[in-house]
T-cell receptor, first 111, second 113 residues
Framework: QQQVKQSPQSLIVQKGGISIINCAYENTAFDYFPWYQQFPGKGPALLIAIRPDVSEKKEGRFTISFNKSAKQFSLHIMDSQPGDSATYFCAASAGGQNFVFGPGTRLSVLP | DAGVIQSPRHEVTEMGQEVTLRCKPI?????LFWYRQTMMRGLELLIYFNNNVPIDDSGMPEDRFSAKMPNASFSTLKIQPSEPRDSAVYFC???????????FGSGTRLTVV
């Protein structure tokens, strides 16, 4: 029940396209859902996060969509750029502590 | 702010040797986390501290692993004796407990040969 599932494992998108990464969870106590972006040789960095009281959050080209009833959330990257090529992790926590991370999605944006 | 500082960045050691990884969290952050990242298992939480006190070490794989946080500005993760299957990137992260935002260090890439 502590798991967060993430798909796809890898994703290739053309420049200007939309990248979509999906996550699902089981633990209804989770109340905070961040996405982290990791470049090679670096640690993961917070990209955007959402709480379950809203269904969507947008920051620039990045949008989180959240479906509480389905226990699913997704990251949409609009107008994807080669600089977005990285590994993306969804995560979940209860009470803001002890995050559970998804297995990651390796995104490649082709120029 | 210099961020979370980890040392060394790379460590190559022989099987059976003791390895010590170090972490300096961001000043003012009172939670510290040690993660291990591998291709097979992704990001695994090993242990975390709140206010220098270990809260959950259930992710520590074996007794060969130990972690300490003697003060608010320093933590170590020790592996003794090291084995080839310990090869991974080890990340330290810190947060303000109520904010729920982790800041990760750049990691230590450990190779045990």
């Amino acid at each position: 029940q502590q798991q967060v599932k993430q798909s796809p494992q890898s994703l290739i998108v053309q420049k200007g396209g939309i990248s979509i990464i999906n996550c699902a969870y089981e633990n209804t106590a989770f109340d905070y859902f961040p996405w982290y972006q990791q470049f090679p040789g670096k640690g993961p960095a917070l990209l955007i996060a959402i709480r379950p009281d809203v269904s969507e959050k947008k920051e620039g080209r990045f949008t989180i969509s959240f479906n509480k009833s389905a226990k699913q959330f997704s990251l949409h990257i609009m107008d994807s750029q080669p600089g977005d090529s990285a590994t993306y992790f969804c995560a979940a926590s209860a009470g803001g502590q002890n995050f559970v991370f998804g297995p990651g999605t390796r995104l490649s944006v082709l120029p | 702010d210099a961020g979370v500082i980890q040392s060394p960045r790379h460590e190559v050691t022989e099987m059976g040797q003791e390895v010590t990884l170090r972490c300096k969290p961001i000043s003012g952050h009172n939670s510290l986390f040690w993660y291990r990242q591998t291709m097979m298992r992704g990001l695994e939480l090993l242990i975390y501290f709140n206010n220098n006190v270990p809260i959950d070490d259930s992710g520590m794989p074996e007794d060969r692993f130990s972690a300490k946080m003697p003060n608010a500005s320093f933590s170590t993760l020790k592996i003794q004796p090291s084995e080839p299957r310990d090869s991974a990137v080890y990340f330290c992260a810190s947060s303000r407990r109520t904010r729920g935002v982790y800041t990760f260090g750049s990691g230590t890439r450990l190779t045990v040969v």
